[in-house]
């Protein structure tokens, strides 16, 4: 008796069935994996887009106080402890906020410290506004500090 070569081609059907089912299972398996790592990654962006949008936000804040302080006259910029500001309306409302981060200070903190130093015989002052956001953890808050100098122009006498 002789085969067709067709038939000797031709797998088993209940051979092919196990097959298929264990190429199935791989294939989600494979799948779940890589939609777990893609929502872990898309978690991860958001997160640290917005602590970009937060650091950004302190930093035109810092920018804003220093502007203050620098237009102020020499009498006024008197050295001392650290003075903490209150935080302007619209960068109250955006502290307050609390996206995917949980025990946030209620509002972002600013502090201003003036110190007095001396730069070519001239007196001047250091003034550094720092920024503090995040969790009520210490380890955990973040900060932005920016720092200028003004010193007091020399008189000279006429000749």
Not at 38 to 46: G, K, P, Q, S, T
Not at 144 to 154: K, Q
Request: proline residues 6%; charged residues 25%; hydrophobic residues 40%.
């Amino acid at each position: 008796m002789t085969t067709h070569p067709r038939q000797q081609i031709r797998p088993q059907r209940g051979n092919r069935r196990g097959i298929v089912l264990v190429e199935m299972v791989v294939t989600l398996t494979v799948l779940a994996i890589c939609l777990g790592m893609l929502a872990v990654i898309a978690r991860l962006h958001l997160v640290g887009g917005h602590s970009l949008h937060r650091r950004a936000m302190a930093i035109e804040l810092a920018t804003n106080v220093l502007e203050e302080y620098r237009a102020k006259s020499w009498d006024e910029l008197v050295p001392g402890e650290p003075q903490q500001q209150s935080v302007p309306e619209p960068f109250a409302d955006w502290f307050k906020r609390k996206p995917y981060e949980a025990n946030l200070l209620s509002e972002g903190e600013v502090w201003v410290r003036i110190t007095a130093q001396e730069q070519d015989g001239l007196p001047c002052r250091r003034i550094a506004v720092e920024v503090r956001w995040g969790e009520a953890i210490p380890e955990r808050t973040e900060q932005v500090e920016l720092v200028t100098f003004r010193c007091r122009r020399s008189v000279t006498s006429g000749p």
